[in-house]
């Protein structure tokens, strides 16, 4: 399949820094827009902008159309079993958050949250604060040497205590991707709420809830071609019927006394305040996007793309790279360290000729303790990145080296 063609939908690839062609390898970040998701946003605020729910007019009634038609698309895209199971928030990181305040509802002193040591801070912090506010346990599952988890120690972690277990799908550090799947179904008859953070997993994995049997699951719409400022939150529906919501005002109410409030039904009761309009405009043109393309595709050449470049990053002296070594196991970024060369340095040389990669503690500074680094430079691809720009990454990053390897 051609991919090449598809270069043409993203305007910024037209730019030039430093008078050199932008090669973007920083989409574990945040990934560029096509004109179908800018345009989208667009029309939306040209055509169609109201306020929804409670405009009885025709241009509030188009509003809400668009705003449940990208709820739809959000259901059919990750096999939610009803549109009810969709909120909307700012990203994976107040998913998480709000997870956390849902499940506050169901915990007490003593109780036992397992988290894993790959997770963003997005997926750490907000059980800390829990874990401090409920007097609860953390507990931390190892990684091996190519990163991976154990299913056999997240059994033997398992108690009579354990309330909550949350994980990435895909690392953003590793690249690793977990086995949720098995570890759904592990949990499948044990009184354990499963969170999965798929912020890293999403743009690149068809995604099943209900075959994962995750109780709820985060990501973010602007790692998948979408605007930034929208992300989900998937509940099963039976638990967020079952608890309260955790921010109050306008949306989310049924009836408002003086001293008391009952709820809206789902997903309403959820999400309070001026719902996410444009930015849901701009998240269903993504998933239409992508679908139009089609995630296995997409998959399948952003794995050919990653193997390309493992193999040529290995060939590199004194070069470590984290994560597993087989790339079925892997999403579509490789984290590394040049022996002698500070990422930062190596992300201002790579920027010199127009090359985004990130560098610094990627939001896992648990990771990186175990890693025993404490920065680290990392390349992501996605579907408009080229084996032409991936030799032109390897032959800056050998001149960088060179000339490190020289200065001192
Ligand atoms: C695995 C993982 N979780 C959570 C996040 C946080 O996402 P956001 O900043 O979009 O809320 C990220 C962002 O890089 C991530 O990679």
Redesign the pocket.
């Known amino acids: 399949m051609d991919f090449s063609k598809y270069r043409e939908d993203f305007p910024i690839l037209k730019r030039k820094i430093s008078g050199n062609d932008l090669i973007f390898f920083d989409n574990?970040?945040t990934t560029q827009k096509p004109n179908q998701v800018i345009d989208a946003i667009t029309d939306y605020y040209k055509n169609y902008n109201s306020n929804i729910h409670r405009s009885v007019y025709t241009l509030g009634n188009e509003s809400e159309k668009i705003y449940e038609e990208s709820k739809q698309l959000v259901k059919e895209f990750i096999k939610a079993s009803s549109y009810e199971e969709i909120i909307y928030t700012?990203?994976?990181?107040?998913s998480?958050n709000f997870i956390a305040r849902i499940l506050e509802q169901d915990v007490s002193e003593g109780d036992e949250i397992i988290l894993t040591y790959m997770e963003?801070h997005?997926?750490i912090i907000p059980w800390q604060q829990l874990a401090k506010r409920k007097n609860l346990v953390l507990k931390y599952l190892e990684l091996d040497e190519e990163g991976r988890i154990s299913i056999k120690q997240l059994e033997e972690f398992i108690t009579d205590k354990t309330k909550i277990v949350s994980m990435?799908h895909?690392?953003?550090v590793l690249g690793n991707i977990n086995p949720v799947y098995k570890i759904g179904e592990l949990l499948k008859d044990k009184d354990v709420y499963f969170v999965v953070?798929a912020?890293?997993s999403v743009p690149h994995l068809k995604i099943d809830v209900q075959k994962m049997n995750c109780d709820f699951l985060a990501f973010?719409a602007?790692?998948m071609c979408g605007p930034t400022g929208i992300?989900v939150l998937y509940g099963k529906k039976h638990l967020l019927e079952k608890f309260d919501p955790v921010e109050f005002g306008g949306g989310m109410i049924g009836i408002v006394e003086e001293t008391l409030a009952t709820w809206a039904i789902l997903p309403d009761k959820f999400e309070a305040g001026t719902p996410l309009l444009a930015q849901a405009a701009g998240l269903g043109a993504a998933i239409k996007y992508l679908d139009s393309i089609g995630l296995e595709n997409i998959e399948k050449y952003t794995k050919e793309l990653t193997e390309y470049m493992y193999s040529e990053l290995s060939k590199i002296d004194n070069i470590e790279i984290y994560g597993t070594k087989n790339i079925e196991d892997r999403v579509s970024l490789i984290t590394f360290n040049l022996v002698g060369v500070h990422p930062h340095d190596l992300t201002s040389f790579l920027d010199a000729k127009g090359i985004c990669i990130r560098a610094g503690h990627q939001?896992t500074q648990p990771l990186l303790g175990k890693l025993g680094t404490y920065s680290v430079a990392r390349a992501s691809l996605y579907l408009y990145n080229t084996k032409e720009e991936i030799d032109f990454f390897i032959q800056t990053l050998k001149e960088t080296k060179e000339f490190f390897d020289n200065e001192f």
């Open positions: 574990g970040a700012s990203g994976t990181t107040e998480l963003h997005a997926n990435c895909a690392s953003n953070d912020a890293q973010s602007h790692k992300g939001c």
